[in-house]
């Protein structure tokens, strides 16, 4: 039996050393990418992490799990068996319960892309898992290729994920010095401020004054921030669109009518340099704080 052990698995050694190396360096960096959450906002923070970031770390952990198990010189099939058995059946509870929470997220309604992404495909990986192990048994050149396409696909679906989280926080929540120490964001971003109170929403950019003057997506991306600031909504459910989209209208006609109307005899400010003075004034407090004592 142990030759029949080593003969199944040898063949894919070097397929899960890699495998599990890569989902073990993953795994770091997904810590890495915890830290630039902004946690003001509690509990929208708690349903992202139940429901995209956990389930991602998640299939690293098990591919990483999986690969040192195949790697392992198991005296017969059985004990493997049951390592993958219970690697993937707590894979797929675990997707159940993560479905269940997207399904009552208040602050976001995951589209097709989310279900596919982050549960239907998920679900595929761990039967395969499932399967292969109980392959092991009587069919093992048929178990492990199964094994390894489960494996695989689980890293597949973590880096896309941890793609699809790590984008999602640049582009929606801005980055960290902004949000924890008030830096103003550069001219070119439309980031969504989590910060306490809706009158210093810094991510809602200054737009009078300016040469040249503010222009019309730029109205568009203050309105839309702060309506979304408003409905803690990034994305909003289907049945609240229409709502959304008549208050970005009405606050796009009230800013650019109070931009018309407000008079000041102060020169324009050139949006280039105050975006320089930002980065450098975001630079200097960094530099200060990582500073020895």
């Not at 960290?176 to 439309?190: A, C, L, N, V």
């Not at 018309?260 to 020169?267: E, M, Q, R, Y």
Request: charged content about 20%; some cysteine; proline content about 6%.
């Amino acid at each position: 039996m142990p030759e029949a052990v080593a003969a199944a698995s040898k063949p894919w050694s070097t397929f899960y050393f890699l495998t599990g190396s890569a989902a073990a360096n993953l795994t770091g960096i997904m810590f890495v990418v915890i830290t630039l959450i902004d946690r003001t906002d509690r509990a929208r923070t708690r349903d992202g992490l139940r429901v995209f970031t956990t389930p991602t770390v998640l299939h690293f952990a098990g591919v990483l799990f999986i690969s040192a198990s195949m790697l392992v010189p198991w005296s017969s099939f059985v004990p493997l068996t049951c390592v993958l058995v219970l690697v993937g059946g707590y894979g797929l509870a675990h997707l159940v319960v993560v479905a269940k929470h997207a399904k009552r997220m208040p602050s976001y309604e995951p589209d097709v892309e989310d279900w596919i992404a982050y549960t239907t495909l998920p679900i595929a990986a761990y039967v395969a898992i499932v399967a292969g192990g109980l392959a092991l048994l009587r069919f093992p050149e048929q178990g492990v290729p199964a094994i390894a396409c489960g494996a695989m696909l689980l890293a597949g679906l973590g880096i896309r994920n941890a793609w699809d989280v790590v984008t999602f926080i640049v582009t929606e929540l801005g980055e960290p010095g902004e949000r924890d120490k008030g830096t103003q964001p550069s001219d070119d971003s439309h980031r969504q401020n989590r910060t306490e109170g809706a009158h210093d929403d810094r991510s809602i950019k200054t737009l009078h004054n300016f040469t040249p003057p503010a222009t019309t997506d730029e109205i568009e991306a203050a309105a839309r921030q702060y309506v979304r600031k408003i409905s803690g909504a990034s994305k909003p459910a289907k049945a609240n669109e229409v709502a959304i989209d008549r208050a970005v209208d009405g606050v796009i006609a009230a800013t650019r009518d109070l931009l018309a109307s407000l008079v000041t005899t102060a020169p324009p400010r050139d949006r280039e340099c105050e975006a320089i003075k930002a980065r450098v004034r975001f630079a200097a407090r960094r530099t200060s704080t990582r500073a020895p004592s």
